[in-house]
């Protein structure tokens, strides 16, 4: 006899790839609209959902999760982190949680780079400048200077796998590598690297020209980069954040830029998300992406077979090998 198809409730669209495999393997209600479910939208689905697949937008907190019928057995996530769901809770419900790790590291590592590239060398205020001919007249010496990141120091904040990935381009364009993490990494990767760690942040901070934040946010690292410690930053060091909006104080960051006590900001996330802060928004200092660090065809493609292997795993009766619990946050 055929084995019964688990219910599955999935948030957002997804490759159609991925769509069209879930439809094969499970009961899946897809979201054919893409509008961001409500917080009364994800009760409603899990009231009703064996699996839930959220993304890193959905919030599946502990007034979700307390709602949730026992048929529930599985969140998926659609994403590396997991700072939208209360895993304890969940946990605690026996409801498992699983991530998409590892997939999404050299499109991000990509994308940190073209940030310190584009903050460094001015990159969007010159695209902007091209057909604006008050701006713009033609070559001229002392126009448009940026700061040549050759020989720079680069202070990498969390060394995980799209830390050392960021570390191994950087190198690639002559950047000295070092990094603070909660612990060092392995001697073999920091002779690759040819990195030095600093277990003292704020030491760090005071000797770097280009901070890229490259942890995960918990919180142990909620606004990690503090208004203090940011004043440890040399006037002309740039930020670079692909990592999450709320390791930085975004207030304080958008001060010390009004201030010139910041030469730039490379963001690709931010702390309220997706609201902007204006004061960013505005300063030409500032160069903001739409969280599109992980978008490309193959990572989201990735992603989505990890979702599928979870369940299936899961559905299976075994182990997900993405599981999360809370002892890892």
């Not at 604006?132 to 796998?161: A, D, F, H």
Request: aromatic residues 4%.
């Amino acid at each position: 006899m055929p084995t019964r198809k688990p219910t599955v409730i999935v948030t957002r669209r997804l490759p159609d790839v991925v769509e069209t495999r879930m439809r094969e393997l499970f009961a899946t209600t897809l979201n054919e609209t893409d509008a961001p479910m409500s917080q009364s939208d994800l009760v409603e689905a899990v009231k009703t959902a064996e699996v839930l697949v959220p993304t890193v937008t959905d919030r599946i907190d502990k007034s979700v999760i307390m709602q949730a019928g026992d048929q529930l057995k599985l969140i998926a996530n659609f994403g590396t982190g997991v700072d939208n769901i209360d895993v304890e809770t969940a946990t605690n419900r026996g409801i498992t949680v699983t991530n998409t790790p590892g997939v999404l590291t050299e499109d991000t590592a990509d994308m940190t780079l073209a940030l310190i590239l584009a903050v460094s060398r001015r990159v969007i205020e010159g695209a902007d400048a091209i057909g604006n001919e008050e701006v713009w007249q033609g070559w001229s010496p002392t126009w448009m200077l940026g700061r040549r990141i050759y020989g720079k120091r680069l202070g990498i904040i969390g060394m995980g796998r799209i830390g050392q990935a960021v570390a191994r381009r950087a190198k690639a364009f002559g950047l000295q590598i070092h990094y603070h993490n909660r612990k060092p990494v392995h001697a073999s990767i920091e002779e690759e690297l040819e990195a030095t760690y600093w277990e003292s942040l704020d030491q760090m901070l005071a000797r770097m020209d280009i901070i890229s934040v490259n942890c995960p946010h918990t919180p142990g690292t909620y606004h990690l980069l503090s208004a203090r410690r940011m004043q440890l930053l040399k006037p002309t060091a740039i930020i670079v954040n692909t990592a999450r909006g709320e390791v930085i104080d975004e207030n304080a960051m958008a001060r010390m830029l009004e201030k010139d006590e910041l030469a730039g900001v490379g963001l690709d996330v931010f702390e309220h998300e997706p609201a902007v802060n204006p004061r960013l928004l505005k300063n030409p200092k500032a160069v903001l992406m739409p969280h599109m660090g992980s978008a490309t065809i193959e990572g989201r493609v990735d992603m989505g077979e990890k979702v599928i292997i979870n369940i299936k795993t899961f559905v299976d009766g075994h182990k997900p090998p993405d599981r999360v619990v809370p002892a890892m946050l």
